[in-house]
């Protein structure tokens, strides 16, 4: 039978409990099923910090959910802010420096992601009215006078 090398969740207090109960490193690994430098490392651990727990990896999340909550919710109500308005927004809200990498994340995370303007040509005044005309040439026509219609993409543009 092969030794892991983690303990499975609630395996750690029952460790320490054997530990101070007396038991050995040796022993509490045999009964484990762990390497014995599992113990050691547990042990160790729990002496520094009096937890036996240990934290996920990683790096930690700068802004709390709260700052996440209060970044979305201004996100939403003003929706030209850029990145880099709501990174010093929140940055004085927090009282503490966030990067603008940072905002873009978490927008990203609450579903809110950058809206780039749709450029289209614009439309002469001499063609908005001849639109215009037709369309209310047009406006009492039955659906079946408007199937013999042929639509196409055809557009016509003044560069």
């Known amino acids: 039978m092969s030794r892991r090398n983690h303990l499975h969740d609630g395996m750690h207090w029952r460790a320490v409990s054997m530990f101070q109960a007396g038991a050995r490193h ?19 651990h729990y002496h520094r910090n009096q937890n036996a727990r240990r934290r996920g990896s990683g790096i930690r ?9 209060y970044l979305l ?5 003003r929706r030209t802010l850029t990145a880099q308005q709501l990174t010093l927004q ?16 978490r927008l990203h995370e609450g579903g809110l992601f950058e809206q780039r303007p749709v450029f ?9 009215r001849v639109r215009f005309h037709w369309a209310s040439e047009h406006c009492s026509c039955t659906p079946e006078q408007w199937g013999h219609v042929l639509f196409t993409g055809e557009s016509r543009f003044n560069i």
């Open 26 to 44: 040796s022993a509490v690994a045999r009964e484990l099923n762990v390497h014995p430098s599992v113990t050691h490392r547990l042990w160790n």
């Open 61 to 69: 999340r700068i802004s709390t959910t709260a700052d996440d909550r």
């Open 73 to 77: 919710q201004c996100a939403r109500r």
């Open 90 to 105: 929140l940055s004085s809200a927090a009282g503490r420096p966030i990067s603008r990498q940072t905002v873009s994340r």
């Open 120 to 128: 289209c040509v614009p439309l002469s005044p001499a063609l908005v």
